[in-house]
């Protein structure tokens, strides 16, 4: 990896009641109750200031896709990062989670005009695996994905500042780290507080060296947040839950 890409981009910070939030809505087909397992989810993206559904030939390319589709369950356990396609009426995605629970389902992107939208809707899992407990989240800053290790410094965070935490990628056999781009950035971080009611959605910066990194992002309300960390070590996709406490 090499250091062209400390340019960072900050794609998506999306919290509910942001203007941005109502222009653009997500309108799911069917009841919102899915069968856990592998599923299809159909959907529309309906803009209010055009008044019309929005199809592939609306929306710019974002990270070398159109639609990004973000879900996870209340308890902040499990987690999938999709893309759906337009059939030439609907958005669709496959999903595959297998365990309960109510779920957060955000569907981002980008309109012709540049205005970014990232906007949710619930869903519930039922007849799978028995749902997640939802238990406090706490400050652990070090997780690992198989062989592949990520640590986030221990930088203090207070909330509506801008936090910058250095994190380190290592492998736990002591081998280097072959990390190559991810959708078009160096990893994509997903964060959302315990409420899970709240996405934010950001592309570190590489550091200094080929295995270090930044994230640069502000948290907009106190208490502790799950980040799910996504990047590609080995040519092997690698997904790592963390949590932080944020502070007033």
């Given amino acids: 990896m090499k250091n062209i890409l400390v340019s960072i981009a900050i794609l998506f910070t999306a919290i509910l009641g942001f ?7 997500i309108e799911p ?3 919102g109750h899915y069968q856990g397992g592998q599923f299809e ?8 200031l ?19 589709f973000i879900a996870y369950d209340a308890a902040l356990k499990e987690f999938t990062h999709v893309h759906p396609v337009y059939n030439g009426k609907t958005w669709a995605v496959t999903l595959d989670l297998p365990v309960d629970g109510n779920y957060f389902f955000w569907a981002q992107g980008e309109l012709l005009d540049k205005t970014e939208f990232s906007v949710m809707t619930n869903a519930m899992i039922m007849g799978g695996k028995s749902e997640n407990n939802i238990l406090a989240l706490g400050d652990v800053r070090s997780g690992i994905d198989k062989n592949t290790k990520i640590v986030l410094a221990n ?5 509506g500042q801008m936090a ?13 780290p072959v990390l190559t781009n991810y959708l078009g950035a160096f990893a994509h971080v997903i964060a959302t507080p315990a409420s899970g009611d709240q996405l934010t959605h950001v592309h570190p910066m590489a550091g200094t060296k080929p295995n ?4 640069h992002t502000t948290f907009p309300v106190a208490g502790d947040y799950r980040i799910w960390i996504q990047f590609i070590d080995g040519n092997e996709l690698k997904v790592i839950p963390l949590s932080v406490t944020v502070s007033k």
């Fill in 164 to 176: 910058m935490i250095n994190f380190t990628i290592s492998r736990v056999d002591g081998s280097v």
């Fill in 29 to 31: 087909e069917g009841s």
């Fill in 155 to 159: 930088t203090k965070i207070k909330a």
């Fill in 50 to 68: 055009a008044n019309k559904t929005l199809s592939d030939s609306d929306l710019n390319i974002s990270h070398t896709q159109k639609i990004h």
């Fill in 19 to 25: 203007s941005q939030q109502t222009r653009v809505s």
């Fill in 212 to 215: 270090t990194g930044m994230l």
């Fill in 41 to 48: 989810y159909v959907f529309q993206i309906f803009d209010t």
